[in-house]
């Protein structure tokens, strides 16, 4: 199993970006996904999640929307009104059912790589 992220860059203040991430491998079911970051001397800190029937929580006063395609094995965040404190290199996370080659069903939390986000003032 793996997540790749994307999307990430540098944006102005005020502005927008909108990252992606993609599960893929041998996926029975995904549960809840995440995005998470961290800034520079900082711990890694939630930013917003989604459970599998589409209901999202986030932690930045609705500046950023979290959204998922099922059919995709994707989420997304569309970050708005971007302000530099939210630089941070940005990582998805997926709670997921994956398939081993022993044909055995496994529980498991992964992480994507993380793409860098940032901000100008």
């Known amino acids: 199993v793996q997540l790749q992220a994307s999307g990430g860059g540098l944006a102005q203040a005020g502005g927008s970006l909108r990252l992606s991430c993609v599960a893929s491998?041998?996926?029975?079911?995904?549960?809840?996904m995440a995005w998470y970051r961290q800034a520079p001397g900082k711990q890694r800190e939630l930013v917003a999640t989604?459970?599998?029937?589409?209901h999202a929580a986030d932690t930045v006063n609705g500046r950023f929307t979290i959204s998922r395609d099922n059919a995709k094995n994707t989420v997304y965040l569309q970050m708005n009104s971007l302000r530099p404190e939210d630089t941070a290199v940005y990582y998805c996370?997926?709670?997921?059912?994956?398939?081993?080659?022993?044909?055995?069903?496994?529980?498991?939390?992964?992480w994507g790589q993380g793409t860098l986000v940032t901000v100008s003032s």
């Open positions: 996370n997926a709670d997921l059912l994956s398939l081993n080659y022993n044909g055995e069903y496994v529980a498991g939390r992964y």
């Open positions: 491998g041998r996926i029975s079911r995904i549960n809840s």
């Open positions: 989604i459970s599998s029937d589409g």
